[in-house]
């Protein structure tokens, strides 16, 4: 009889302790860290799309041998995937990138209609006209940025292939003709693993 209880708590221990798992313990690793555990889209994807586009246009010679700094309004990036994707996060790691080079000065187009009312009230009598911010000083913006992402994804057999292309275009507001464009291309293999009985 005790080899029999000793035998049953040796078969059910492993699931008894599987059910009960927790992630007690945690630690910081660095922000670029490559970690591919699922075939869907992940930040190392995010960063690879957003440092090789961003060198990329500061690298065109519009950008490089400017001496003044262009006015550029970021539009959002389109997702053509079937997967979601934080595309803002995307658009503002690109737009970062880009102010920190100190070569590209931005509009911030998400708050203009809270920039419009600030400036509204400050030409009423509350402010002091003095330091009160006029209408018709704000920049208008030389270049818009847009983008879009679109991926394929060929599952054979036990493989899958998943390919993603990022493409990034900066049109010249005063003409509407696409004065920089590119992209980046990631491909990625996995192997699926069968679980369970």
């Given at each position: 009889m005790k080899r029999l209880i000793i035998g049953f708590c040796l078969v059910t221990f492993p699931f008894l302790t599987a059910c009960g798992r927790q992630y007690a313990k945690g630690a910081y690793i660095p922000a670029n860290t490559v970690i591919l555990r699922s075939d869907k889209f992940v930040e190392a994807d995010l960063q690879q799309i957003a440092e090789k586009l961003t060198e990329s246009l500061l690298a065109d010679e519009r950008i490089a041998a400017s001496a003044a700094s262009p006015t550029v309004m970021m539009s959002l990036i389109t997702n053509s995937?079937?997967?979601?994707?934080?595309?803002?996060?995307?658009?503002?790691?690109?737009?970062?990138?880009?102010?920190?080079?100190?070569?590209?000065?931005?509009?911030?187009?998400?708050?203009?209609?809270?920039?419009?009312?600030?400036?509204?009230y400050q030409s009423g009598d509350f402010i002091d006209q003095k330091t009160a911010k006029k209408r018709g000083r704000q920049v208008g913006a030389d270049y818009l940025i847009s983008g879009n992402i679109s991926a394929i994804k060929q599952p054979v057999g036990r493989q899958e292939i998943v390919y993603y292309k990022a493409t990034l275009e900066m049109t010249d507001l005063a003409t509407n003709i696409i004065a920089w464009t590119d992209e980046v291309e990631i491909k990625k293999k996995f192997r699926k693993k069968f679980t369970g009985f």
């Open positions: 995937t079937d997967e979601h994707i934080d595309m803002k996060s995307l658009s503002d790691k690109i737009r970062t990138a880009l102010f920190k080079s100190k070569k590209i000065k931005f509009v911030n187009e998400s708050l203009r209609p809270a920039v419009k009312e600030e400036v509204e």
